[in-house]
């Protein structure tokens, strides 16, 4: 059974950094490509990063420049680091993941196949 496990989140102010992690089991993950994407309130889920199987990496526009992920296979975890963390990034991250998910669909969240229960960032002003 799949399992993905998020941690990391937290109330913090804006300008600090937060390292969430999301921690895989009952698969084959370097295999899997690892996304993290997040929904605040009222809104809807969004992409966030994603390191693909091979590791090569994607960001939202949003978040290039502050955002870093990465992945250790030997411990099956991705990591997000965020520096630089703004109110607008408030909201519910979650990692998700997938085998079969091509690189024109890595950003779409009804890609991926298996989810983690999320974990709250929020940032305050």
């Known amino acids: 059974q799949v399992q993905l496990v998020e941690s990391g989140g937290g109330l913090v102010q804006a300008g600090d950094s937060l390292r969430l992690s999301c921690a895989a089991s009952?698969?084959?993950?370097?295999?899997?490509?690892i996304g993290w994407f997040r929904q605040a309130p009222g809104k809807e889920r969004e992409f966030v990063s994603v390191?693909?199987?091979?590791?090569?990496?994607y960001y939202a526009d949003s978040v290039k420049d502050r955002f870093t992920i990465s992945r250790d296979n030997t411990k099956n975890t991705v990591y997000l680091q965020m520096n630089s963390l703004k109110p607008d990034d408030s909201a519910t991250y979650y990692c998700?993941?997938?085998?079969?998910?091509?690189?024109?669909?890595?950003?779409?969240?009804?890609?991926?196949?298996?989810w983690g229960q999320g974990t709250q960032v929020t940032v305050s002003s």
């Open positions: 390191v693909r199987y091979n590791g090569h990496t």
């Open positions: 998700a993941a997938d085998s079969g998910v091509i690189l024109s669909s890595i950003r779409n969240h009804v890609n991926y196949d298996y």
């Open positions: 009952g698969l084959t993950f370097r295999r899997y490509t």
